[in-house]
């Protein structure tokens, strides 16, 4: 009996040793360029560039594009993440800030022909704190609006499975035009 607690021993000390290690490759440069690649392989349409910073609570991407058949429909600059270590060990997700210099929304993506029949809601099996998101310029072509909008967000929230949920969202059009604030929640 006494060959298994070295064992599990054994075990557990070589699960630490191979996190340590991919923590430690993934925040080299050749890591993160594997990463971004390995994340544009995986997802259709999807391509990353310049992934930088402290994976995984504070990274950093230089540019995020999304596109289908028809070519880019969103472009994302500049994204930051910054997360608490701290909550997550304790079993919580804090997103202190996501922020991006600008998102460009060219059009809305093909769509699929297919009516959803589920229920569409965001269902996460722990609590999600969002202190900060803000996206300093947002582009929405005519092809959405009819006529290009130039929008800055600001916004919080909370989405807790166990409890209230609520979202701060403030708009903004221009620094002297007017601005809509939106404040949601729900027990």
């Known amino acids: 009996m006494t060959r298994l607690p070295r064992l599990l021993a054994r075990l557990f000390a070589s699960l630490a040793i191979l996190a340590t290690a991919g923590l430690i490759v993934i925040n080299l440069p050749a890591g993160q360029a594997g990463l971004a690649r390995l994340l544009t392989a995986l997802v259709p349409g999807l391509r990353v560039t310049g992934i930088s910073g402290s994976l995984p609570l504070h990274p950093r991407i ?16 500049d994204l930051a993440l ?39 809601g965001l269902a996460l099996p722990f609590p999600l704190r969002l202190d900060r998101l803000r996206i300093d310029q947002i582009s929405l072509d005519a092809a ?16 807790d499975p166990a409890g209230a949920s609520d979202l701060v969202l403030h708009l903004s059009a221009a620094p002297t035009a007017p601005t809509a604030d939106l404040a949601w929640t729900a027990l």
Do not use: F, K, V, Y
Not at 62 to 77: H, K, N
């Open 62 to 77: 230089a540019r995020l594009t999304l596109a289908d058949p028809a070519g880019t429909w969103l472009e994302l600059d």
């Open 82 to 120: 910054d997360g608490s270590a701290r909550a997550l060990l304790a079993g919580r997700i804090q997103i202190t800030a996501l922020t991006a210099a600008a998102l460009h929304l060219h059009r809305l993506p093909a769509g699929d022909a297919r009516t959803n029949t589920g229920s569409g």
């Open 144 to 159: 959405i609006t009819g006529a290009p909008i130039r929008l800055r967000l600001d916004a919080a929230g909370t989405l």
